[in-house]
């Protein structure tokens, strides 16, 4: 990414960061109401989506989704940001392999990720072009590590 890109994912990134559990419960929310089958492959499987928002294991892992997401924007632009962000990334891949999350899930994820960001920042469709090569590059990562069925490659 270029320095002016860097610039414009770290100022937006601002709006998330005030409130990081309450984002990424914001992302899975609309996940898991947009494709419902994907809340199979969690930890809080058991709890109705009506639910989920008060439940601490759920909000744990939106934290945990945010913080990581935050890492990587925290490496960006500094030396070896690339490589940090690829050891970041790699790693969540091979800590989902067991729950076998495919490919489409992941850009599921991306479309609900960019629909969240796009709305609790009013982004503009420049700012959605810059996030978009931020998740696609990052799921670029993960579809190194797994097939189309989300098990080790």
Known sequence: MNSDE??????????????????????LTLFFNRYPSNLE????????????SGNSRFRAHAGRI????????QA???????????EIWTKVALSHIPRKISKESYNHLKEVILEVLT???GLSESQVQVWDKLVEHVNGII?????DD???I
Do not use: H
Not at 17 to 22: I, L, Q, V
Not at 41 to 52: G, I, N, S, T
Not at 66 to 73: A, L, M, N
Not at 143 to 147: M, R
């Open 41 to 52: 492959k969690f930890p809080f499987r058991d709890v109705p989506l009506a639910e989920l």
């Open 76 to 86: 960006l632009g500094k030396d070896g940001d690339l490589e940090k962000i690829d």
């Open 66 to 73: 945010i913080r990581v997401f935050d890492d990587s924007i």
């Open 150 to 152: 989300g098990d080790a």
């Open 6 to 27: 860097v610039a414009i994912i770290k100022k937006t990134w601002e709006t998330p960061m005030a409130t990081p559990t309450d984002s990424g419960a914001a992302i």
């Open 143 to 147: 579809f190194k590590a797994i097939n």
């Open 119 to 121: 709305a609790a920042c």
